[in-house]
């Protein structure tokens, strides 16, 4: 079966504030380096902007340990990610910040 490129664009901002604020995915499988090379690669790149500052993390495999290491740090940032929402809803909550309260 074949790999279907992905690819993801979307501001992170709420309609109204800055603009400058993005993710960007974007994962495709490729050929091999040279037209003699059998082998498929993945590329991928993971690209998080905020007010003009940009990371972007590469996680290309060309070999399975490539492709080990790059799944480690990509489960490894959703599981910081997902604790830090929890950490944020907690601190939000805890400074009277939540929907439905004033201020």
Known sequence: MAFRRFYRRTFLNRRGHHA?????????????FTPDDQSTRVSARLT???????VTLD?????????????????LLRDILDQSVDALERAVETAGLSKGQKG
């Not at 993710?23 to 050929?31: G, K, Y």
């Not at 996680?59 to 489960?75: F, S």
């Open 48 to 54: 998080i902007a905020d007010c003009g500052r940009v």
């Open 20 to 32: 400058g604020a993005y993710a960007l995915a974007d994962i495709t499988t490729e050929p091999g």
């Open 59 to 75: 996680l290309d495999a060309d070999t399975p340990a490539e492709a080990r290491n790059a799944l480690h740090k990509a489960r």
